[in-house]
């Protein structure tokens, strides 16, 4: 369970991105964070992976304090999320299998699985033939779906998606909504910010409104 409470996030020299925001996502919920550009969306994402931390107030998930990890503990907590987000931040230097791969390999999977592994997850976005490619080659679209490729290989419990769709063509974007909707009957816990109503159509989240900060719903 993902519990906000009394959260509130003010990044230095600016105003507050999250208002005292608390609410809680029970584990295998799916939940629809949306919100005008600037409501504080990608905010709330970061809290959650530990990318930014409360000024005020906690968020736990499963009873850990996420904002108080140290900065020794926080590459494990990382490890269990699925991580979608809009700087995809893609090795450049290292192919589409080796970047699908690497997660694997340091959470200790032998190679031969790993491979098995990633080679199925490049399969599950349609690029299991661009696998030898190098990231820089790929157009925008392609580059979201290697990051997705990277965000699931790990089985992870909890999806935390930034505007997943937002590169994607319309067939994709559809490929998408299918894989989020298999993992929500996985049991994954789901969070996606997200302007699409394509996407709250389909899968019909809990929806989680924000306005300026605040939690609406
Ligand atoms: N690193 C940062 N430093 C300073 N201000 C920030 C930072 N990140 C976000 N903000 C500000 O916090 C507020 C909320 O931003 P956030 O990115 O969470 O919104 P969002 O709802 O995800 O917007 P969008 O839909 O445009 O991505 C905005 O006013 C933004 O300018």
New binding site residues.
Partial sequence: MITFSQVT?R????????CEASFTIATGEMVA?T????????????LIAGI?RPTSGSVLVDGQNIGRLSRKAMPYWRRTLGLVF?DAKLLYDRNCFENVMLPLRISGMPVKEAARRARAALDKVGLKDRERAMPITLSGGEQQRLAIARAIVNRPSILLA??PTGNLDADYAELLLDMLAAFSRAGVTLVI?T?EPRLIERLKPRVLA?RG?RVLT
């Fill in positions: 996030k990044y230095p020299g600016g105003h507050e991105a999250l964070v919100g005008p550009s600037g409501a504080g969306k990608s905010t709330l994402l970061k930014e809009q930034d505007e910010a302007h924000l900060g």
